[in-house]
């Protein structure tokens, strides 16, 4: 997976004509999209549009019920997140899942630990994991003060990193990032960004979740636009501009009063 | 990466604290402070508190507590609770008694027997509570009523009466006793065996605890159980090994008071259940769960063993037990809710 990838090679994660209903209920109808090799997919949608459904699938906790997925070209259907975890696709929820009350290390860790010694005498391997997690933070660019801090005490933008550089420290090829800027503010956002890039660099697929056409401008290299449970078209960088993205988000009637309002911010 | 480090990990943002003010953060320690104030006191205040006799009775008392005690705060660090540990003591003990004295099994047979019984009640609340989503607190609560209910209607069913009778005469009763019930001189002191099991259950709990994948789980199941889901934890199995640790640590009491005074009531362990989770709670255990300690139980079975005779030893009223374990209870809430809001956990 390190060699430069020949432009033959099948995309990480690519989903054909892919669908999810609940009961007669159609949460997601028709998408398709595709990641490659250190490459950022944006999913952008206002609420409802559909971008839950769509990361619940291709992380595993939902099965789709129509079209395909792919992964590494070989058609997949996901019964648990872990199976796709198993395949690495790591999904950095919402609420991060991290535990408040533990400290950083313990969490970074948590599912996942590292031990030595065997039978009754396998214990937690504390010194490694610790020196690990200082490590594996300070690559991300995060130079933590102390790493048996409760994690409830970092910062969102700072748990949010923990949590993806966790995701790549247990092999993830592919990171899902559900809305992590979306409760941040400008500068935490903009920290969050630069995680995503480090990322990106160092040869992960991302797929980026927001509803922020200039949170997901400057770092994705596609764009998949939903709406209303379908989408819109899946877009390269070069094949459109910021402003046709929100005008495609938004829609028309909406255009005029959130162009005003993103032009004085 | 291997340089960018300094081994000895400092960093001019955290500010140095004093080792002092460190330690007063840890859970166990403001137990310890208040166990060794009603220590000092009673040994300056009651004439038997501090003989011999005296330290190995209120020894023995926290012993029994303090096993149930720190099974029950790994439960509730984990989340849970379990109304079912106390009358779980009398009827681990009441079967031993029953199908020994009447029916003749063999008493090692009827150990097994008991502790896979109390094993099966412990993995059954967990599996209620598990799959229904209901509160531990109702489940358990229900299950207590059931055994309090069978422990009384079985044993008069069986032998007619609320007690069981002629367990000394039962074949192997004095082997299993050496483990059990026995005692042993220490210091001028004749301390029983389970002060021994308490010592070693609190030192095994504390190493889960602190230092085992399992403690680890443990930790996380009670202070998120979706996010430790999501990372791949066995929920399932980390609560079912704590109910099962639970009841299995009744199983060890109820043999300890039974092969002690070589009888039980049917009544042995009711009420005690809050006892438990005070003592727990005493110890810098959280109700909300994922914060604890296994020592802090310890040590606060401690406080009410001590508390317990040394009562009797000044010769208070009885009733002055109660007010002063609601006393040390909200002192201890308040307390936790003070480090809670220390930890400064966000959201």
């Given at each position: 997976m390190t060699e430069p990838i020949a432009s033959a090679a099948p995309p990480i994660l690519e989903v054909r004509g892919i669908g999810k209903s609940y009961g007669s209920i159609?949460?997601?109808?028709d998408v398709s999209a595709s990641l490659g090799v250190g490459e950022v997919l944006c999913v952008l949608g206002d609420n409802g549009a559909g971008k839950s459904t769509f990361i619940k699938i291709l992380s595993g906790a939902h099965e789709h019920t129509e079209g395909t997925l792919l992964a590494y070209g070989k058609e997949r259907t996901f019964g648990s997140p872990r199976e796709a975890l198993d395949i690495g696709i790591a999904t950095v929820y919402q609420d991060l899942a991290v535990v408040g009350l533990m400290p950083v290390w313990r969490n970074f860790f948590l599912g996942s630990e590292l031990t030595r010694g065997v039978?009754?005498?396998?214990?937690?391997?504390v010194k490694g994991m610790r020196r690990i997690t200082k490590d594996e933070l300070a690559k991300m660019g995060i130079d933590l003060r102390d790493v048996d801090q409760p994690i409830g005490t970092l910062s969102g933008g700072e748990r949010q990193s923990v949590a993806i550089a966790r995701a790549v420290y247990f092999g993830a090829k592919v990171v899902i990032l559900d809305?992590?800027?979306?409760?941040?503010?400008v500068k935490q956002a903009g920290v969050v960004l630069k995680y995503i890039a480090q990322a990106r660099d160092r040869g992960l697929g991302v797929v980026f979740i927001t509803h922020n056409p200039h949170h997901a401008y400057p770092v994705g290299d596609r764009f998949l636009l939903l709406k209303r449970g379908t989408s819109l078209g899946e877009f390269a960088k070069n094949e459109i501009t910021i402003e046709e993205m929100t005008r495609l988000m938004a829609g028309g009637a909406e255009l005029e009063t959130l162009a005003h309002e993103l032009e004085r911010a | 990466m291997t340089t960018a480090t300094a081994p000895a990990v400092t960093d001019e943002r955290v500010i140095r604290t004093n080792p002092f003010i460190a330690m007063l953060r840890r859970p166990e320690v403001g137990a310890a402070v208040a166990a060794l104030a009603i220590f000092l006191y009673f040994s300056l205040s009651?004439?038997?508190?501090?003989?011999p006799a005296g330290v190995s009775t209120w020894l023995y008392s926290s012993s029994l507590f303090g096993i149930m005690a720190v099974a029950v705060a790994m439960l509730m660090i984990g989340g849970e609770f379990d109304l079912s540990a106390g009358a779980m003591t009398g009827t681990t003990a009441l079967i031993v008694g029953v199908i020994t004295t009447q029916w003749g099994v063999n008493i090692w047979l009827s150990l097994v027997i008991s502790l896979a019984i109390a094993l099966l009640v412990g993995a059954g609340n967990a599996f209620i509570v598990m799959k229904t989503g209901l509160p531990s607190f109702i489940v358990t609560l229900a299950t207590f009523f059931i055994l309090q209910g069978i422990n009384l209607a079985v044993t008069k069913l069986i032998t007619g009466t609320v007690a069981i009778q002629g367990m000394g005469a039962v074949p192997g009763f004095d082997q299993v006793k050496v483990i059990f019930g026995s005692s042993f001189p220490f210091l001028g002191m004749n301390v029983k065996v389970s002060v021994v099991w308490w010592i070693a259950f609190t030192a095994l709990a504390s190493w889960i605890l602190l230092r085992t994948r399992a403690g680890n789980w443990i930790f996380a199941v009670g202070g998120q159980m979706t996010s430790a889901r999501q990372v791949g934890v066995p929920v399932m199995k980390t609560k079912t090994g704590l109910f099962m640790t639970t009841a299995g640590a009744g199983w060890l009491v109820g043999m300890l008071q039974l092969f002690d005074v070589s009888t039980v009531q049917a009544?042995?362990?009711?009420?005690?259940e809050f006892i438990y989770i005070i003592c727990a709670v005493v110890g810098g255990c959280l109700l909300t769960g994922g914060y604890g300690s296994a020592i802090g139980a310890a040590i606060g079975a401690l406080i009410y063993g001590m508390t317990l005779q040394g009562i009797v030893f000044a010769q208070?009223?009885?009733?002055?037990l109660k007010a002063f374990l609601g006393g040390m209870l909200l002192l201890a809430v308040l307390v936790n809710l003070y480090v809670r809001r220390q930890a400064g956990v966000r959201s």
């Open positions: 159609i949460a997601l109808r039978g009754p005498f396998r214990r937690l391997d809305e992590p800027t979306s409760a941040l503010g | 009651t004439q038997a508190f501090l003989t009544t042995t362990g009711i009420g005690q208070w009223d009885n009733n002055w």
